[in-house]
């Protein structure tokens, strides 16, 4: 299955175009983590700034799946 990565806070949205074929739901959610500590190590981890910020796993048709917090995932 396709799925996409979308940035959200609120107030801004960055979308991913590209998306990556996962198994399953739980590959998507790893796929996720992966994406949001490369993020954050290429931000030099300064949390305050996705604060508030949540990854959202859409599937090909838009339904969003599931949604991590970008700060409370590394806990």
Do not use: Y
């Not at 959200?8 to 500590?37: C, H, M, Q, W, Y």
């Not at 996705?50 to 409370?72: E, F, K, T, Y």
């Amino acid at each position: 299955m396709r799925c996409f990565f979308h940035l959200v806070n609120g107030a801004e949205t960055i979308l991913d175009d590209t998306g990556v074929d996962v198994p399953n739901l739980d590959g998507a959610k790893a796929s996720a983590l992966r994406a949001i500590s490369e993020l954050l190590r290429e931000s030099d981890d300064v949390l305050q700034d996705w604060a508030g910020w949540q990854l959202h796993i859409v599937c090909s048709r838009g339904n969003i799946l599931a949604s991590i917090p970008l700060c409370a995932s590394l806990h």
